[in-house]
């Protein structure tokens, strides 16, 4: 039985506010003695950013993945001619098998891969040449002095000779089909949808713990997110490491902005123009992920930046009649809950730890059953995709340990660094990642 998407949405919403409701009165006692330590307006705000607003979100997610059916991909009689751009900057390491990775793919359309070396100081040039040698698919464009990403996409672009265009990062492995997969899922999507985000994993995951943990985030959290947004048609990042747009799209929009997120502003930018951006589940690549702490936190940091500069350029889309205008707010909380979790909750942790419960007690205990709950149907939801491509789970518990909590107390104060890096007008440094 189909069931629209507003149904399914509104179903959602329904049971995250019953329980939003239930968790606000449940949670009278603990405001009235946080009230009596700090104030009634920054008790109401940590109660809210860190067990309030983050309940309803995880409320919303459960019930929407319980009522998530993906609509099939329809295979094509002819499929669309692609014009691939890799913006790379000192990845001497991994182009040579991110090339490979896109012969393998066995596409039945036309591709041209367009290399653009943004000023690298090592032999990504001199390797990209060799590979092309006998493959008249690869173009490689110099630049002599790095530029930046966005910089170096919008010169790609301007030499595509395709309709459609995929970016691909240049330390990244496409998995099989992926072109294929991501295209379909284009076609067979409503007829207003200008680009479709691929799913991304951690490639290097047995590098040490910070990428075991990433890899949870990435399997479970991240791809989550996009699934649930994708349902409710509000996908909100169409990632330069793997995805599809139309061409005419981005040249409307003015190619990718010079911002440090530049692909959530041209995201939002397509969005504010009325498009629909979807997201392919089962078109998968594998990327390399930070494997240094100081890494993790100049990534995250830059993806924080990258969602206030989103609503910077795209205020009028917070009033933007349409299904993603939902998620456009929910990323609203986020810098919120940020700063509860590192300036709260963090310090009410050490302080249980010494035997005072005021800001960690039994009320936030209560949000890890949900929380558990959740993640068994995400781990569920992902795995099903993960075997019907063949692809195994790995048994990373101690990532797994590591994603529950300690993982968000690196990430949630690198995001939180982020957003006052921005609003103080610091200056951006775009490089290629």
């Known amino acids: 039985m189909y069931v629209s998407v507003r149904s399914k949405f509104s179903s959602a919403l329904f049971i995250a506010v019953m329980w939003c409701s239930f968790s606000i009165w ?12 700090v ?3 920054i008790a109401a705000f940590l109660i809210a950013f860190i067990a309030i607003v983050p309940g309803f979100m995880n409320a919303f997610m459960f019930s929407s993945l319980l009522f998530d059916k993906r609509p099939l991909r329809k295979k094509l009689d002819t499929y669309p001619d692609l014009s691939l751009l890799i913006a790379c900057y000192n990845e001497e390491k991994y182009i040579l098998e991110t090339l490979d990775s896109i012969e393998r793919q066995a596409y039945p359309g036309n591709l041209e891969v367009i290399v653009i070396d943004d000023g690298s100081r090592d032999q990504t040039s001199a390797i990209v040449k060799a590979f092309s040698t006998d493959r008249n698919w690869v173009k490689l464009i110099q630049l002599n002095a790095n530029q930046g990403k966005a910089a170096a996409l919008n010169i790609g672009l301007a ?4 309709s459609k265009i995929v970016t691909i990062d240049a330390d990244s492995f496409l998995f099989k089909d992926a072109l294929i997969r991501i295209v379909e899922r284009y076609a067979s999507d409503p007829a207003h949808t200008r680009a479709v985000a691929g799913t991304t994993l951690v490639r290097n995951s047995r590098d ?9 985030d990435y399997f479970q959290g991240i791809a989550t997110v996009k699934r649930v947004q994708s349902l409710n048609q509000g996908t909100l990042v169409a990632q330069g490491c793997f995805s599809i747009y139309d061409k005419d799209a981005l040249n409307e929009i003015g190619g990718w902005p010079r911002t440090v997120g530049e692909d959530i502003v041209l995201t939002w930018a397509l969005l504010e123009k009325g498009y629909r951006v979807g997201y392919c589940e089962d078109a998968v690549i594998f990327t390399i992920v930070p494997n240094t702490l100081m890494g993790l936190v100049r990534q995250r940091q830059r993806w924080a930046r990258g969602m206030i500069e989103a609503f910077k350029h795209h205020p009028k889309i917070l009033l933007k009649p349409q299904l993603s205008t939902f998620f456009i707010w929910w990323d609203l909380f986020f810098p919120f809950m940020d700063i509860a979790f590192t300036f709260g909750f963090l310090p009410g942790l050490v302080l249980a730890l010494v035997g005072h419960y005021w800001i960690v007690g039994p009320m936030t205990l209560s949000l890890f059953p949900i929380a558990l709950l959740i993640n068994w149907l995400m781990f569920r939801t992902e795995s099903k995709m993960f075997m019907e491509q063949g692809l195994h789970v790995r048994r990373n518990i101690i990532g797994f340990l590591i994603y529950l909590l300690p993982y968000n107390i690196i990430l949630q104060p690198a995001a939180v660094l982020g957003y006052f890096v921005e609003f103080l007008g610091f200056k951006k440094v775009w490089g290629t990642k």
């Open 26 to 37: 449940a949670s009278r006692y603990w405001f009235d003695d946080l009230s009596l330590l």
């Open 39 to 41: 104030g009634q307006p």
């Open 208 to 216: 040490n713990w910070l990428t075991q943990s990433q890899e949870w």
């Open 159 to 162: 030499k595509a000779t395709h």
